[in-house]
C-alpha cells in the first residue's frame, strides 16, 4: 500500500522550459512535504519542502505547490537546466507521530536536453 | 569530508551468508536511518535510531538487525541472505526526527549495493 506515488517514472524536457514533477498522496495525516534530487551512485540530497499550511514555497528556480484537497503536489523547475537531469523523491511526514519516518514515492528520472 | 559514509559501496554474496553494512556519521545528529531501494525504485525505511534508541522497526524479517554502538554509527547485519535481499541499501542521518525540511533534512549516504546470488 503505497502511501505517496509518482505515477511518471520518466521526463524529458528541453533545457530552459519548464519541468513539472508530480506526486500524490493518500495520507491525510501528512503534514510535511519534501523533495529530494538524486545522481546516479549517490544518495539522494533534499532540494526543497512545504508544510501543509502552505500552498506554495518557493527557492531560486525550484517551486513546490500542494493541493491539499486533492492530495497533489507537484514541483516546477524554471528554467531547467543540464544539470538538474537527475531523479527526483517526493516524501511524506506526518510530524505529530514523532517517529521520524519519512515515506517516499518512487521517483520520477527527469533528463533535460541540452 | 564525508558526512554520511557507508561501506561497503557493493557486496556480492552468495545466499545463506552472513553480512554486515556500516555506516558513520560526522555531523553530530541524534538520530540514524537504514532505508531500502528496491527493484521497484521505492525508498522504504527499515530502522531509525534516535540517541542509541531503537524508535522505528518496520515490518523488515528478523533477520536484519541494526546495532547502533554510538550516535555517530548504525551498522546493519543480515543474517541467512536471502535472494530477495538483493536491493541498495541506505544509511541516513537527521538532526532530529521531526524531518522538517530545511530546518532538519535527511543526510543519505551513497548506498551499498547488495548483490545475493
Known amino acids: 500500500d503505497q502511501q505517496v506515488k509518482q505515477n511518471s517514472p520518466s521526463l524529458s524536457v528541453q533545457e530552459g522550459r519548464i519541468s513539472i514533477l508530480n506526486c500524490d498522496y493518500t495520507?491525510?495525516?501528512?503534514?510535511?512535504f519534501l523533495w529530494y534530487k538524486k545522481y546516479p551512485a549517490e544518495g539522494p540530497t533534499f532540494l526543497i519542502s512545504?508544510?501543509?499550511?502552505?500552498d506554495k514555497n518557493e527557492d531560486g528556480r525550484f517551486t513546490v505547490f500542494l493541493n491539499k484537497s486533492a492530495k497533489h503536489l507537484s514541483l516546477h523547475i524554471v528554467p531547467s537546466q543540464p544539470g538538474d537531469s537527475a531523479v527526483y523523491f517526493c516524501?511524506?511526514?506526518?510530524?505529530?507521530?514523532?517517529?521520524?519516518?519519512?515515506?517516499f514515492g518512487q521517483g520520477t528520472t527527469l533528463q533535460v536536453k541540452p | 569530508d564525508t558526512a554520511v559514509s557507508q561501506t561497503p559501496k557493493y557486496l556480492v554474496t552468495q545466499m545463506g551468508n552472513d553480512k554486515s553494512i556500516k555506516c558513520e556519521q560526522n555531523l553530530g545528529h541524534d538520530t540514524m536511518y537504514w532505508y531500502k531501494q528496491d527493484s521497484k525504485k521505492f525508498l522504504k525505511i527499515m530502522f531509525s535510531y534516535n540517541n542509541k534508541e531503537l524508535i522505528i522497526n518496520e515490518t523488515v524479517p528478523n533477520r536484519f538487525s541494526p546495532k547502533s554502538p554510538d550516535k555517530a554509527h548504525l551498522n546493519l547485519h543480515i543474517n541467512s541472505l536471502e535472494l530477495g535481499d538483493s536491493a541498495v541499501y541506505f544509511c541516513?542521518?537527521?538532526?532530529?526526527?521531526?524531518?522538517?525540511?530545511?530546518?532538519?533534512?535527511?543526510?543519505f549516504g551513497n548506498g551499498t549495493r547488495l548483490t545475493v546470488t
Open positions: 495520507n491525510s495525516m501528512f503534514d510535511y
Open positions: 516524501a511524506a511526514s506526518a510530524r505529530s507521530s514523532n517517529t521520524g519516518k519519512l515515506i
Open positions: 512545504i508544510s501543509s499550511i502552505k
Open positions: 541516513a542521518s537527521s538532526q532530529d526526527i521531526f524531518l522538517t525540511g530545511i530546518n532538519s533534512p535527511l543526510h
